[in-house]
């Protein structure tokens, strides 16, 4: 009894605020794999990689990170598995694997995510592959417990795989993912629009077997899913898009593009940040070294360079000096076009660079979407079997669901320093009278 | 000091799971209002009426009464003033006159409330204007702060009373009473969809004083009204239309039907409950005696009763022994009808009486409507203020809101025992095949 | 798949506000006795039945059932099973009669539990005995499903039966009841105090198969068994032993000490309650009749009895004109005495009848107690396994524990009503001075 | 209307996880100094340092920053102002001064707060001060409010100024500082431990004017505030004081011990860093540079130094491979060491230097204390307020406290690598043994 508390103990155990104690066995194997996984670092690293962007400059709460919901999606795909496995047993054979592939899905993640992913033009995805592939310690657990696991893995983050219920549950319209990151975020915001009923939802699922095994939902999850893409719509208007946050990515972006320009003349650059953002080739032991805290460690000895842009930018980056953002009443483009190029004569006239000061972002998310076959990318139906047992897509049979499908979200929102907003308010609302006549 | 620990304390505080400690300020003359109303019998009546009627047959912790709602949402109401006062700060004047309505709104409910409504055909805002008119301790307490007040908050509760943003704040589609009972319902079911973000509503709404003084959601608050409608569009899906709800009840009517038709023969009935049974005259002090104990100390009684009938039903209530709710995938009243019709006779083939023991149940809440001019009770719109500062009515900015204007959500229930449930399913099964050639 | 959904449905769900979905499996045995025991009359009834007796009148969220409770004690004790048999897989054979206990164990309350107890001197425990081991339908399920059930849970509830374990987890001072009690009540009333890790503490215990197989806890939970012992004790001193509780309980048994004193003469008393007051013997039929509500019946008709000491005391209590209680700052029975004595005399002078106007109620809950084998009720111990493999009490290795064991909580408290509070309050501080000096 | 909206907005909103919105008027002068304090480039900074240094390791969701605590404890300060104002009108003369000491409390933190204010032998509130008289945006803010504001504040962090009633709200057993930890970690970790009645204590504080206008608790209160001091015990023994945190503070240590030792031989270090680490004098400047992300940037750097020790330290921190901690069963100084030395010897047969990978750690918080003035650092008392009206130290009427009071805690831990456990554990045995004997 006494020499067994000291031995490795056979759980281990994170523990989060979402989940609250996520227990793992080493005497399982799949667990035990997990736990691997999780001590590696690459793994580790997503400690240093903020889930949430810059949002926190919005919704001061939103400070985790990507290491965190990497791991509360592996929870949730396990809890998932077990539902399923009740109608489904043979989903147990997969067990490893799905949490393997759930538990690194973000394993590609570059600094602040998102924004360097757009201005930079790459995939996370890709790195996630290149990662999982490559000469990692994440590549050497996995092929040490299957060979083939590192391929598997890679083809699933690729939707190339079958059975289609793993791309399902890890890369889909209704995915582990998604749960976790609304549910999380909702609590580290301390908003209410991201909750919904997960566990209504989960013990809703099933396998069907007549339909390539897809997962679909039962009649008694219906209300929990529309509630889930309502939750979704919701965060999307309120946290992500906030307008507080559109105008904190355009500043990190205009940060890089200056950076970019400048090259080795900044007056510090490290070696592989360096590589990065001058596009050349990267290798992944490069790659591992980027994150959010070098790349504001980088930022922060830009607030004291020699180049006047750069310092400024860094500097209203740290001390959040945001700009402002104002959503154009237009989807019209050729309006956008002519708003952005007053605004930039206007920012111009103040003495600064307005390629730098000004900025169109858009916006507009579809909370969900039937398959598209011709969309760029064509998003998987979410299925619903009926209480008479058809299956069917959601937005058939859900007049809420249909109207998220219909409705067209895009919006642009322009950019510009807090110094010009008189002006520009009157630029716009002055168009807007011309436009009307 | 010593002393004043000892006298009557100056605060009272009603210690409430939603809202927290909701604090009264004897020393202020609206509060003290609230205090001496809450104090009246009439209103202590409320503890014993179920918020919910019969949902905790579903929902186990749906055991909460109308008087903690009551009192939340006159503690909403309170913190609406305060924030709409921060721009239009003669609401003060108004504020004990709305705190008073919001407090008695429900004042005139009924054992289990809506269920005996319908059955018995009386409105329970006809018997709280009858209470607050009537010769009771709150039209006391009422006309000796204001002898105005019980003919104005009359009024109120009849929507005939101006300044609008009163009966918008009270009885309209965005206001207090819905804004406590999704929270509470969600709270005490345990549900996430009832959730909504309370605060953000309130602190965007604001008086138009170009409109009537209606009241009106500024643009920073619309998701969170979206998603509030969203709520209580799930709530209704989820909990107040939960099937086996529905049956219990159906289950309810039929005994008060039963026993209406047996009248005074029952083993047992008190005088207000004959009287109320049997549609005779009751005055105000009749109506007080009758709660949800009332009712159900008669059910207990009747469930020994010599009629068979009254004896089954009410033993059923009792016991949770409830008829079985299957929802019918028709729209067309003659496919209702005749499938209610071929229900009663195999209900009569098992000896069951088919009048008690069939019967059809209709759901359909359109969570959100404009208003139409024509319609059997038009609702109120909900007002919004664009960020170029127009007010225009929700649904037509919001696509999502425009989709639960349009949906149509009408759907009868067949309800029946379980005893017959197999050849019930069959027949609906049969029909339904007929139908579709 | 079509006809499946029409089957009884093979899982039941009892959706609870603190343990989210609680599902049972029709198809494992133990499961299914547990759906069986809910079903019967005797189970339901105690949905009649509140909680926390008059707790509403302070806490007014306080409006749950015991019948929730109950069935939250069953899902903590099958979560606590599912940890035990990790290590003690065993325990598994005894699942069907843990759960059955844990289930059954307050069915022998009656109206308004303890306060009812008291005053008419039976237990609750002997009527849940006469209750499982009587004709009704409790008993009919249990030896249905094994002939010795009734025998064996009525022998755990009166800690005459071992293994060990089982009574530790449904009657000591670490079970399951105790869990749930302080998680529920926390949630209703809105108050953080009752909150503790229950899961931290269910993961830590464990079987010390060296020691008569009693439940120990492991060093990991050893915080969280303090912090819970902690979070009773704040419950007791803040919700249970609120003033105004205290003063409702003593109305409460006045009521039922007049009705006694009148018998048949009052206004109205049915057979099964005039039986339990006067005393005669009852069966279990009778008994099952009572409940909070034919109580609660009963003292509204007495409200207008001819009576004028029983029409005061249920008006009161009707409409929460509920005494007042000042705790006396004195352990010295003479010294109560002589308050009492002198309270009665102030209370004569009023007119009111001090026999039912004028009352004593002590409190005093010693949070955690070790076992004392010369206490009237001695407790069993809570056991630590510290993390160098030893067993011990608790109190010897906590000195905040210790400090719960050695302190005197026994507290006086005097009930009077408000008319008199100004002369009452006086009287006691100069008695205090006259004990001062 | 229409122009209003695009104004600088009149209302500041903080959106928090704890404290949902913290709403601040830039009509109002106090918040609006809030406002500036919180735009200044000293407070942005507090984003980059983590509230919980490095706990994120054993529970993953501590990943919040100082910022957020800072703001939610002047938002708690600003709500008891409220309730203090109550009773003390005056207090409101203060609030700006108040609110501003709240606010910047935690200024002068350094990277990974306590871990590196050890080791490096500095005091954050000296650099509070620093900071807040130096050249800085705070200074400039402060001073444009009121000249004497800095001193004001820089003498309340220092404990040297009254009105006592402000140095106890923030800088004290009870004040608003512990408030927001104990729950913001509660809910950052999860854990139910740190949870307590905060609006119930805030509401029945006080100001004493007969007693040098020190804060007192009602008697109301006083539960709450014993339930709050053992959440604050427990939050110690669970979070604060985790084993693996243990080992993740030393680790940390023992990184900076070796870069020190090699200066500027390492690989890389900037400027300030440099200094600070060498311990040359710092500018305020130079210590604003230092944050939790230079720290880690420079961690980063070293897991490829050519010093080995350095390079292992690095490496381990970065990829969490802890050291272990085990708590030794003995207070004695003289077996400690004794242990330390075996250690020393074990570990550097292995190999490793055992000044870097053996230490003790020693814990021991006292959760409460009294004043005792011959104390190192004498603790201000938590008074009370009771029923009848006296004023006395909490410990004296509270058995519960008196035991904290009186209780023992300190602890000595061990810190090794986890290659050596069994070595160590076997000889900890052993020493064991022998000391029985």
Redesign the interface.
């Known amino acids: 009894?006494?020499m067994q508390?000291?031995m490795t103990p056979r759980k281990r155990s994170?523990?989060?605020?979402?989940h609250?104690?996520i227990?793992l066995d080493r005497h399982d194997p799949s667990d035990r794999l997990i736990i691997d996984l999780i001590?590696?670092?690459e793994f580790?690293?997503l400690?240093?990689i903020h889930q949430l962007g810059v949002s926190?400059f919005?919704?001061?709460?939103a400070?985790?990170?990507r290491?965190?919901h990497s791991?509360g999606v592996m929870y949730i795909a396990s809890q998932l598995i077990q539902f399923l496995a009740d109608r489904s047993p043979e989903i147990l054979e997969n067990r490893a694997l799905i949490l393997a592939t759930a538990l690194l899905h973000d394993i590609g993640h570059g600094p602040y995510s998102h924004v360097t992913e757009k201005i930079l033009g790459y995939d996370h995805e890709d790195w996630s592959c290149r990662i999982i592939l490559g000469d990692t310690g994440v590549n050497k657990v996995l092929s040490e417990f299957d060979p083939e696991f590192p391929h598997w893995i890679a083809g699933i983050l690729r939707k190339e795989r079958t059975p289609k219920y793993i791309t399902n549950m890890v890369s889909s319209q209704l995915d582990c993912d998604r749960f976790d990151y609304l549910l999380r975020d909702s609590?580290?915001?301390?908003?209410?629009?991201g909750?919904?009923?997960l566990?209504?939802i989960l013990?809703s699922l099933e396998i069907d077997h007549d339909n390539d095994r897809i997962i679909v939902a039962g009649?008694k999850g219906q209300?929990?899913v529309?509630?889930y893409l309502?939750a979704r719509?919701?965060m999307y208007?309120?946290v992500y898009y906030h307008r507080k946050n559109l105008a904190a990515r355009a500043l990190l972006s205009r940060i890089i593009k200056r950076a970019r320009l400048l090259k080795d003349a900044v007056c510090f650059i490290?070696e592989p940040t360096s590589k990065w953002l001058s596009g050349q080739h990267l290798e992944v032991e490069d790659f591992l070294?980027l994150d959010d805290?070098?790349m504001?460690?980088h930022i922060?000895?830009w607030a004291t360079d020699s180049d006047e842009i750069l310092r400024d930018l860094a500097?209203r980056f740290?001390?959040?000096?945001l700009f402002n953002a104002t959503?154009l009443?237009w989807m019209n483009i050729q309006d956008v076009d002519s708003i952005k190029a007053k605004a930039k004569s206007m920012v111009a006239a103040t003495g600064l660079d307005p390629d730098y000061y000004v900025a169109i972002e858009t916006t507009g998310l579809r909370p969900y979407d039937y398959y598209r076959p011709n969309a760029k990318s064509p998003q998987t139906n979410i299925m619903v079997?009926t209480?008479?047992?058809e299956i069917v897509e959601l937005s058939s049979i859900s007049?809420?669901i249909?109207?998220?499908v219909?409705?067209?979200?895009d919006t642009y929102w322009l950019i510009y320093p807090s110094e010009v907003?008189?002006q520009i308010?009157e630029m716009i609302d002055s168009h807007?009278k011309s436009a009307v006549r």
Chains 1, 2, 3, 4 share one sequence.
């Open positions: 009894m006494q508390s000291r994170y523990l989060d605020p979402i609250h104690d227990v001590d590696t670092p580790q690293r400690r240093r926190n919005t919704y001061q709460g400070e985790g990170s290491f965190t791991v609590y580290l915001t301390g908003t209410a629009y909750l919904f009923a566990h209504r013990s009649e209300t929990a529309e509630d309502f719509y919701s208007q309120q490290d070294f805290q070098q504001t460690y922060k000895r500097s740290l001390n959040r000096k959503k009443p079997r209480d008479r047992g007049p809420t249909e109207a998220l219909r409705g067209s979200f907003r008189d308010n807007l």
